[in-house]
């Protein structure tokens, strides 16, 4: 099944994801400029009244850029929108997206069919990110228009399938928009991420080194040093197991290879965590690619490298498939 039309302007088949704390209007448009699907968390934007500033924000600087450059259009931008039940501003939320009739529409730890049917209203398309089958089965009987799978290595709240387990399990019967997550911060992971049946990579821990993103300089470096060793998989911080950096948990004076569990009943997108230290502004998420990430840069820079990365890696399996054959 081919892709819907909103993402024919895309560079390269790469969606950025939301970070929490990180993700702002300057990451965003910088991402969609540069031909990727940029995007940010609805709960980013505090207090909730600031939603409706950076969705004007984003749509004219955007729409500026296409004047100018009629050849080399932007990409579409998206918001996550956390469903959890404890995000009392959700509906609020959603009223302003409809307002300024956001592309795509990102929902995590839950899905609604009042949501996706909302957001088909005012003509945009919904993507769910999922851990596993059962969860992808669930989010495209309540409308969901395409997945996202995130699976082992993903930064932040993660899944531990493999990934070609778990696109594989997707694709025996769902044929629309998949956007895989887990350790992509590399033009070969894209390709890789297509050959094993996704239609996009979904990227996120390699955007948190650029120059636009909203993180202190200390989390950038730590995302330029780390390498996959690096990264602990806990569900002490949100309640739900997510993949942070060592680094953060030992400067916030834990020690990550002892951490306590974790309970879901305790997740709460109001108050941003369960410790003393908070995820995402304390404790710092990633996912296990980050070796890729050579350093703090903008991201036109880093999205013109996944570009010949991703040109060479298919340079290259074009080359072992006519020597095979």
């Not at 039309?5 to 969609?32: E, K, M, T």
């Not at 100018?68 to 956390?82: T, Y």
């Not at 993949?243 to 400067?251: C, G, K």
Request: aromatic fraction near 8%; charged fraction near 20%; include cysteine.
């Amino acid at each position: 099944m081919a892709l819907p039309p909103i993402f024919d302007r895309l560079r390269l088949p790469v969606i950025g994801s939301p970070l929490f704390i990180v993700s702002g209007p300057d990451l965003v448009i910088a991402q969609c400029k540069a031909g990727i699907v940029g995007s940010f968390p609805a709960l980013n934007a505090r207090p909730q009244s600031l939603l409706d500033e950076w969705l004007h924000r984003i749509t004219e600087e955007l729409a500026a850029w296409d004047r100018a450059n009629p050849d080399r259009l932007s990409a579409p931008f998206a918001v996550n929108q956390i469903v959890h039940r404890s995000n009392d501003r959700l509906e609020a939320d959603i009223a302003t997206c409809e307002k300024w009739k956001v592309p795509i529409t990102i929902t995590s730890l839950g899905a609604r069919e009042e949501l996706n049917q909302a957001v088909h209203g005012w003509g945009g398309i919904s993507l769910h990110d999922v851990i596993d089958d059962r969860f992808a089965r669930k989010a495209i009987e309540k409308g969901a228009d395409g997945l996202i799978p995130v699976a082992a290595g993903a930064g932040g709240h993660a899944g531990t399938q493999s990934p070609f387990a778990l696109v594989q399990e997707i694709r025996e019967w769902f044929d629309g928009p998949v956007a895989l997550s887990g350790a992509i911060a590399h033009g070969r992971s894209i390709l890789a991420a297509q050959a094993c049946g996704a239609d996009l990579a979904y990227m996120g821990s390699a955007f948190i080194a650029a120059a636009e993103a909203n993180a202190d300089d200390g989390y950038k470096n730590g995302i330029v040093e780390g390498r996959a060793a690096d990264i602990v998989y806990s569900n002490l911080f949100t309640g739900v197991h997510g993949n942070y950096l060592r680094q953060s948990i030992v400067a916030a004076g834990m020690d990550p290879d002892n951490l306590p569990e974790g309970d879901l009943k305790t997740m709460n997108f109001g108050s941003g965590g369960n410790t003393k230290a908070k995820a995402w502004k304390d404790i710092w998420g990633s996912g296990q690619g980050i070796a890729s990430v050579r350093g703090v840069r903008p991201v036109a820079e880093f999205v013109a490298e996944l570009e010949a990365q991703y040109q060479d890696a298919w340079a290259e399996l074009q080359g072992k498939v006519r020597l095979q054959g």
